[in-house]
């Protein structure tokens, strides 16, 4: 039961106890009660996918601490640390080590931007869906060979490997690859997420 013209409205995971089919469902009305009311609703997840479709602003916690705080948009575009982009995001952000030994990725970054103080800059992430594959090499095409192919009904993860490093590629076109071809991985420079060696955001500009 809700109350009458509430100011302001908690809920705790609401949603929890549901079946799939019946969450969209109240996620749809809680977004329309939102919309008709304009009450403030505080709503407590641990279901990313519930923030990101209800929040007008996400306040990300981990183990009591405050993370970030931002729209759907600027929390999934620009990740505040490492934390909340492994959190947020259906699939999860493809992690590249900088640090020595460099691998074939991470060898391909150290060329591509100004890394020269990568002693603070360890980790390169992209998200699945942000990687462009391509039969030709492009502009800054690294070669990859394809081991996998992943329907989960409506979309499709595609696992790519070089040498010791793997990503992990989800689309929603059909594939026209098949396993064991080799592709062009384009990592657009606008894509990439780079963190220092406490987890933090770190900016680099490309050369």
């Not at 929040?55 to 405050?66: D, E, H, L, P």
């Not at 989800?170 to 991985?185: A, G, Y």
Request: glycine share 6%; charged share 15%.
């Amino acid at each position: 039961m809700l109350a009458v013209n509430p100011g302001v409205l908690l809920l705790d995971e609401p949603l929890s106890n549901l079946d799939a089919t019946l969450r969209l469902e109240m996620r749809a009305e809680l977004r329309r009660l939102h919309e008709t009311f304009g009450t403030t609703i505080v709503f407590v997840s641990h279901d990313q996918w519930e923030a990101m479709t209800l929040a007008t602003t996400i306040a990300v916690m981990s183990a009591g601490q405050m993370q970030q705080v931002g729209t759907p948009d600027q929390i999934y575009a620009a990740p505040a640390n490492r934390f909340v982009a492994e959190f947020i995001g259906t699939h999860k952000l493809n992690m590249i080590p900088l640090y020595p030994p460099l691998s074939h990725l991470a060898q391909h970054l150290h060329q591509r931007f100004s890394l020269h103080d990568s002693e603070h800059t360890e980790l390169c992430g992209i998200r699945p869906e942000e990687i462009v594959l391509s039969a030709e090499a492009g502009n800054n095409g690294v070669a990859m060979t394809i081991d996998n192919i992943m329907p989960t009904g409506g979309s499709w993860i595609i696992e790519l490997v070089t040498g010791n490093d793997r990503l992990f590629h989800s689309t929603q076109l059909r594939p026209r690859w098949q396993p064991h071809q080799q592709v062009f991985c384009q990592l657009l420079s606008h894509s990439l997420h780079f963190f220092n060696r406490h987890g933090l955001r770190h900016e680099i500009a490309a050369q």
